[in-house]
């Protein structure tokens, strides 16, 4: 799993396990706090799959992984498409990042922790962040990210 991924939901849940006066683990808040942008999942999905006509069938496979309706079938495809012999090292370990319990939460509503109804109401991209985020520095202004979120 790329180490980026780690150092973000493991500082991002130890901070929230610090505040916690119940001090559930770590996991727990990330899978109950975490939405990954889906733009961001597509762009990978593509990086790993490729973008010829014979790896069609598995961006969709790939896709798919943001559409199940059970936990267990969510899983269940990422196993699929790891034992896959069509799938090459990069779909294998775009999967297995995929099938981690705090990224996989953060891909599919019945993975995660939030409630279903939350989880489809908010909004899965964070583009509009990132392009005001990118205007103003390209403008020289250095908006932070932060300065942009809020």
Same mark, same amino acid.
């Given at each position: !799993?790329?180490? /980026?991924?780690?150092?973000? %939901?493991?500082?991002?849940? /130890?901070?929230? $396990?610090?505040?916690?006066?119940?001090?559930?683990?770590?996991?727990? $808040?990330?899978?109950?706090? @975490?939405?990954?942008?889906?733009?961001?999942?597509?762009?990978?999905? *593509?990086?790993?799959?490729?973008?010829?006509?014979?790896?069609? &069938?598995? #961006?969709?496979? !790939?896709?798919?992984?943001?559409?199940?309706?059970?936990? &267990?079938?969510? %899983?269940?495809?990422?196993?699929?498409?790891? +034992?896959?012999?069509?799938? =090459? *090292?990069?779909? @294998?370990?775009?999967?297995? #990042?995929? /099938? $981690? &319990?705090? *990224?996989? =939460?953060?891909?599919?509503?019945?993975?995660?922790?939030?409630?279903?109804?939350? %989880?489809?109401?908010?909004?899965?991209?964070? +583009?509009?962040?990132? /392009?005001? #985020? %990118?205007?103003?520095?390209?403008?020289?202004?250095?908006?932070?990210?932060?300065?942009?979120?809020?």
């Amino acid at each position: !799993m790329n180490s /980026q991924y780690i150092a973000n %939901f493991l500082g991002f849940g /130890q901070y929230l $396990h610090e505040l916690d006066v119940l001090k559930r683990p770590w996991q727990w $808040h990330v899978t109950k706090t @975490v939405i990954y942008c889906t733009i961001h999942i597509q762009r990978g999905v *593509i990086k790993a799959a490729g973008t010829g006509s014979a790896s069609t &069938e598995l #961006h969709k496979r !790939m896709a798919q992984l943001l559409y199940v309706k059970f936990r &267990e079938e969510c %899983f269940e495809l990422c196993s699929l498409l790891i +034992n896959s012999t069509y799938s =090459s *090292i990069q779909v @294998v370990n775009c999967t297995k #990042h995929k /099938q $981690h &319990e705090c *990224i996989a =939460s953060g891909l599919n509503p019945y993975c995660s922790r939030i409630g279903i109804e939350l %989880f489809e109401c908010i909004r899965k991209h964070t +583009n509009a962040v990132e /392009q005001r #985020h %990118f205007k103003s520095t390209s403008l020289g202004r250095r908006l932070s990210l932060l300065k942009a979120v809020k």
